[in-house]
């Protein structure tokens, strides 16, 4: 993406998938300035008036009610951001960070924050210079705002904590330096704008919706594929079968496989064989995956409306500060355990079919799907390997969003989880992703066994694409390598371009 010019609250889940896979320029929309600076005005005139209005001349949390002189209130703010600071565990990653500050901007940006137009250009410079501040990933529970996470972003804004720049992990004043950026000094009510909000919940449930996009692509192709390397049946995709059932999503997949299994020469090989039935992971493929794809678009309605969402507080309005709740995180913890299910259950039906690939009575393959089985083992333990995955996964699934904690004095008494919620999709993605690849390299040897017979063009083109980083397994070898090369080719979207109907979230207007 080379320039993205802002519309606040107009962000779509196709723009934000760019600025997941690649840095951006960002600027904001002329006309919105206006609204920013009249919200601005907003907390001016508090203060001229002497009113005491929370988050503005006031403490925090259980502290609302202590009054804060005026000669105090820049140091409040900074007091607040650097008390706040502390989160704990690794980074998060430079991805999530600029989802992050993209997503600040844009929900400052809607002109209800009360913070001056030189914050929100300060967080845009940091984008655009590609001057990503050190989060930790640990420490938030998703109500009052993702607090901690926000707190080590802002921190850099004020020349405080740690940031990344060009890779390279430098103290903020350094950082600052280097793009000739002076730091801030807060005025009232900008600390708490820049603490408040779900910005770091929702960037770690976007990441692990794009992620799961990538997994459930590339489940759709070995999925297919392992369909015409155990000579399947195409009738559990008849268009028909689908439409007296109704779910949308899943008529959607059904017909996807339609395309994707379109004339496969080994296909035509076995029109005529006697097999009744295939396995459920085979035929119900349509109903599981679009079971899955329909949480993945529900979830993707509630993420996309959070990330143009307004989500500190308290909020400023034309005529009045009013402290209500929109920091608390709840749909999103909950758009994230929906997630997890769908995310779990692409990797539990991909590791069955695994199951299926290397049983020779049922895949009508050689054994572990390799030559002079016995000597070789091939891939027998690789089947191993995505069992762990998926019941790895199994244990992740268990739904964050019924958790809570008490937090500041029982003020915050209680929260959402989604920061966690959200977080552990990446782990599950990854999981998931290792044992498509599996899956992948199995269909592969499926199909070279059935040569000179060929799969169909889709399925021919994701088979090269593997092909070209890994070679036919003719004898046992260092396997390990092989599955990563292919995870790899999975996490980067490689196989993402064939679903060539409008199927996931980011390729179709939410």
């Known amino acids: 993406m080379d320039h993205m010019k802002l519309q606040p609250g107009q962000l779509t889940l196709a723009q934000l ?22 919200s601005a005005e907003v907390i001016a005139q508090v203060l001229a008036q002497g ?47 600029r989802l992050m500050l993209l997503l600040k901007i844009n929900s400052l940006a809607r002109g209800f924050s009360g913070v001056r137009p030189e914050v929100i250009q300060a967080l845009c410079n940091l984008l655009n210079s590609e001057v990503y501040p050190l989060i930790p990933a640990q420490g938030s529970v998703g109500a009052s705002g993702d607090l901690a996470p926000l707190a080590h972003m802002a921190a850099v804004l004020i020349g405080e904590g740690e940031a990344f720049y060009k890779g390279e992990r430098m103290p903020a004043m350094v950082a600052l330096k280097q793009i000739n950026m002076e730091p801030l000094t807060l005025a ?40 015409d390397a155990t000579l399947g049946s195409r009738k559990p995709f008849m268009a028909e079968i689908h439409q007296v059932r109704g779910h949308q999503a899943q008529i959607d997949v059904a017909s996807m496989f339609r395309v994707l299994l379109d004339k496969s020469q080994i296909e035509a090989s076995h029109v005529n064989c006697d097999r009744v039935q295939d396995p459920y992971s085979l035929r119900c493929q349509p109903q599981v995956m679009g079971a899955c794809l329909q ?68 895949s009508q393959l050689p054994p572990f799907l390799v030559a002079n089985s016995g000597v070789n083992s091939g891939f027998m333990i690789a089947q191993v390997t995505a069992a762990a995955l998926a019941s790895e996964n199994k244990s992740l699934a268990h ?25 552990r ?11 498509i690849a599996i899956e992948w390299l199995g ?33 046992d070898r260092y396997f390990s390598p092989d599955i990563e090369a292919a995870c790899q080719l999975i996490q980067q979207s490689e196989l993402y371009p064939l679903l060539t109907q409008p199927l996931l979230p980011s390729q179709i207007k939410i």
């Not at 990441?207 to 594929?225: H, I, K, N, R, Y």
């Not at 309005?317 to 355990?337: K, L, Q, R, T």
């Not at 019924?402 to 959402?416: F, G």
């Not at 990446?426 to 992703?433: G, L, R």
């Open 443 to 475: 269909v592969a040897q499926g199909l070279d066994f059935r040569k000179p017979l060929l799969t169909s063009e889709p399925l021919q083109q994701a088979y090269n694409i593997l092909r070209e980083k890994v070679k036919f397994y003719e004898e």
């Open 17 to 38: 998938r760019q600025v997941w896979q690649s840095p951006c320029q960002v600027s904001l929309d002329d006309q919105a300035w206006s609204a920013v600076s009249a």
């Open 425 to 435: 999709l990446k782990t599950m993605a990854a999981n998931t992703a290792g044992i």
């Open 399 to 423: 739904p964050s969003s019924v958790d809570s904690l008490p937090t500041s004095a029982n003020q915050e008494d209680h929260v959402s989880m989604a920061t966690y919620a959200a977080r």
């Open 295 to 362: 949480q993945m678009r529900h979830a993707a309605d509630i993420i996309i409306t959070e990330a143009n969402a307004v989500s500190d507080n308290p909020l400023v309005f034309a005529d009045d500060i009013v402290s209500g709740g929109n920091f608390h995180a709840e749909p999103i913890a909950m758009a994230a355990d929906n997630l997890a299910l769908a995310i779990a259950e692409v990797g539990a039906l991909s590791e069955r079919r695994i199951a299926l690939l290397v049983d020779k009575h049922m």
């Open 51 to 97: 009113r005491t209005v929370y988050g503005v001349n006031t403490g925090f949390g259980v502290l609302a009610s202590t009054r804060i002189a005026d000669d105090e209130l820049e140091k409040l703010q900074r007091c607040l951001v650097l008390s706040h600071a502390a989160g704990i565990g690794d980074p998060l990653d430079e991805s999530v960070v």
């Open 188 to 227: 009232p009510k900008e600390g708490l704008a820049l603490l408040n909000g779900t910005q770091a919940s929702t960037a770690l449930a976007l990441v692990g919706l794009f992620a799961a996009e990538d997994v459930f692509a590339a489940a759709m192709v070995t999925g297919a594929s392992c369909v």
